[in-house]
């Protein structure tokens, strides 16, 4: 199975073999300028994700419920980082497990493995118990 970063490296490679067939160095350098750009827009884009999570406490989030309903088999850290918007506590290394929780004390905790979401489970916080009302004498 070609995972996305074989995937990415390989088109690199056919770029620049395609520019040189084409046009010999200068190809070779347009091709490199391109693949050059293309790894700094992903840069552009994690270090943006990992700022907004910075300005934020570590394992809050708003509302725990609408994560978990949110979380899918196969997302990366950084698709969940974008919906928290805030840095995991990570609970285990290995495998590794983050864990958000948000002001009502529910919590969830999200399984990585190979860097991929393959499972999550939502903690909820104990109901209060209901004070008791006397009747009115």
Known sequence: MINGAWLGWALAVAAV???????????????????????????????????????????AVANAVMLQARLHPGMRLPDILKITRSLGRKVADEPEIFAWTDAGGDAVRVELRDGRVTAWQLHRAAEPAAPKISPIP
């Open 17 to 59: 073999a395609a520019g040189y067939v084409a046009y010999g160095w200068r190809g070779v350098v347009l091709a490199l300028s391109g693949v050059v750009f293309w790894l700094l827009l992903q840069f552009s884009r994690s270090l943006r994700v990992l700022r907004q999570a910075a300005g934020r406490p570590v394992g």
